[in-house]
């Protein structure tokens, strides 16, 4: 970067041009939610057969072009912020050493160097002390010398000629720098030139965010910054306070961050994270393509003793220590990934709403928030918290529950408006016998998860309360009660299913109003038993006892899993408390006293 270069740059043209990728960036947005949630939707629900099929599928490689193009304009419009913001700094400080030198009559040499007259006191031989040329010095050791060197000549103007030259040097070498920095980051944000969005695509798209966003960390620190350790309100305060580049600089370059920020609007979580949701599965699948695939032959028998015993080939076995933990955990994480995709594909079936991806990650057992309609917009809330065995592998089992339970849900709304939240927003057990005992797990999930529930309250744009429901499974009522038991629950009721025990010894102590905890306990669900009689015969009190306190609802399914069958009394009568008509659930008779003289 020379002298003439930077004195005619004009930074702002960049910015410019970074609102133009913005905007390119949001339509590409636009039209992406248009196909997902309109297109596609009146096409699969008034067309059938192959070719509406195969439109269909069309329709969806569209709408991931129309997202590669949001997160990659996305990323240059940051790119092109974040070099405008650091050569208008340089250019700020070069016009500033520029006007200061024409003031103190110096000129400036089109190399950066500065001539300046002679001046000063006479010396004894009655001359006047000369002039002469500098060159600016960025190196600090040399700078100094300079300037020392500089102070010492009689002449007056060689010092500030010095300071100057310095400055100016310091600006062409800001600007230098900034410019080789982003030359190959704004080349690398280029597509390849075919019509696919591939893994690969996606895989780079990550590499790219990654690139900028360490590029521009001295553009993003001089942004607001967001709270530290900040509560749901207070990361609301500071996302409204943003401009919409502001807000598009962070989205684009911390996808990730911004996703987990409780009390920022639904929409917006659901950008960042599908953002981090198509970046990470294009990592995870090429990475996935380039393991070896698991030997054919994994079983062998041999011959030991006078019985013949199944053991793993040496094959399978030198491919397992190598590859097979790594290829186990990627493999559970895609699966997972294609459960809310399919969720994200299903909008509109069955009237079926927009899904909401408000939480997402494959770190520890993984983490999945998904909404079936926009919470911040909604009447009713229902946030289903899931137990034992669940991670981001299994997923699907949870989504599809709260997807049954907003069917039957928005039929007894009557109108109102009704969204449903599955919650795997901490690391369950996964083994019932060796985890499950252990507390833990529900107090390091209990503050996270009121941290989600505050941030439904601040993030809700309608001026009237919504009504909020809590609905726990298993281990997941653990977890509810302990975030009671340590602090505000932010809940208007609070349904229990197969409960093994809530922490709590009395349902007043769930941090809902009286007579709004709700229990069900199916006919051979062990888990219960597990709570009441466990420890050795030193139990504590699960819900399904009279003495918790809970109502008890009618459960007219079986087992563990069941409480959610498609048409049953169970999930109908979650539905009932879920839009606020308690008075029409069907509760179970009390217990008979005298039920065991004969």
Aim: glycine share 10%; with cysteine; proline share 6%.
């Amino acid at each position: 970067m020379d002298l003439s270069t930077l004195k005619a740059l004009k930074p702002n043209e960049y910015s410019q041009a970074a609102d133009g990728y913005r905007s390119t960036s949001d339509m590409a947005s636009a039209a992406k939610d248009r196909i997902d949630n309109q297109i596609t939707v009146a096409m699969r629900n008034s067309l059938k057969g192959e070719a509406a099929t195969a439109a269909i599928k069309q329709l969806g490689e569209l709408s991931k072009n129309f997202h590669y193009v949001q997160v990659e304009c996305g990323l240059v419009s940051t790119a092109l912020e974040a070099f405008s913001y650091e050569m208008g700094a340089a250019k700020t400080k070069l016009d500033a050493a520029l006007e200061g030198a024409q003031a103190a009559k110096l000129t400036v040499n089109s190399d950066g160097s500065i001539t300046y007259p002679p001046g000063g006191e006479k010396a004894a031989d009655g001359k006047i002390p000369e002039g002469g040329t500098v060159s600016g010095l960025t190196d600090d050791t040399a700078a100094a010398v300079g300037r020392q060197a500089a102070s010492f000549d009689p002449n007056p103007s060689h010092r500030l000629a010095q300071d100057y030259a310095d400055q100016i040097a310091a600006a062409l070498k800001e600007a230098t720098e900034a410019d080789e920095k982003w030359s190959p980051k704004l080349r690398a944000l280029k597509a390849d030139d075919d019509l696919t969005v591939s893994d690969k695509d996606w895989a780079d798209a990550s590499s790219d965010t990654s690139g900028v966003s360490e590029a521009s960390k001295e553009y993003l620190d001089s942004l607001p910054q967001p709270p530290k350790d900040g509560s749901p309100q207070d990361n609301a305060e500071w996302w409204k306070k943003l401009s919409a580049e502001e807000q598009a600089a962070w989205i684009s370059t911390h996808p990730d961050s911004v996703g987990k920020l409780d009390g920022l609007p639904a929409t917006v979580r659901d950008e960042a994270n599908r953002i981090v949701f198509d970046e990470t599965r294009g990592k995870l699948q090429t990475e996935l393509n380039s393991i070896p695939a698991p030997p054919i032959n994994e079983w062998t028998w041999i011959t030991s003793g006078p019985y013949p015993s199944k053991v793993h080939t040496d094959e399978w076995m030198e491919w397992n220590n190598k590859y097979g933990g790594r290829y186990e955990q990627l493999t559970k994480s895609l699966k997972g990934m294609q459960g809310i995709q399919e969720r994200f594909d299903a909008t509109g079936k069955g009237g079926l709403p927009e899904a909401y991806l408000l939480g997402f990650s494959t770190e520890g057992n993984g983490r999945a928030i998904v909404a079936n309609g926009n919470p911040d917009t909604a009447d009713h809330q229902a946030v289903y918290v899931p137990g034992t065995t669940s991670n981001l592998g299994k997923v699907d089992g949870d989504i599809n529950r709260m997807t049954d339970l907003w069917r039957v849900a928005n039929t007894e709304a009557h109108g109102q408006s009704v969204s449903t939240i599955t919650w795997l927003g901490y690391d369950a057990p996964q083994n019932l016998a060796k985890d499950s005992p252990f507390e833990h797990y529900a107090y390091d999930g209990a503050p996270t998860f009121r941290n989600f529930m505050d941030g439904l309250d601040a993030s809700h744009s309608d001026d009237s309360t919504p009504h909020r429901t809590v609905i726990a499974h298993s281990y997941g009522s653990t977890l509810v009660g302990a975030a009671a038991e340590t602090g505000h629950l932010n809940a208007d009721d609070v349904i229990l299913a197969g409960s093994p025990g809530v922490k709590v010894s009395h349902a007043t102590d769930l941090d809902v109003p009286e007579g709004h905890v709700w229990n069900e306990e199916a006919d051979g669900d062990p888990v219960p038993d597990v709570g009441r009689y466990g420890h050795g015969g030193d139990g504590f009190i699960v819900p399904s006892d009279p003495s918790f306190g809970a109502n008890q609802m009618t459960t007219d399914t079986e087992g563990h899993s069941g409480y959610w069958d498609v048409g049953s009394d169970s999930l109908r009568n979650q539905a009932r408390v879920a839009v606020g008509n308690g008075d029409d659930v069907q509760l179970k008779p009390p217990p008979n006293p005298w039920a065991h003289v004969k």
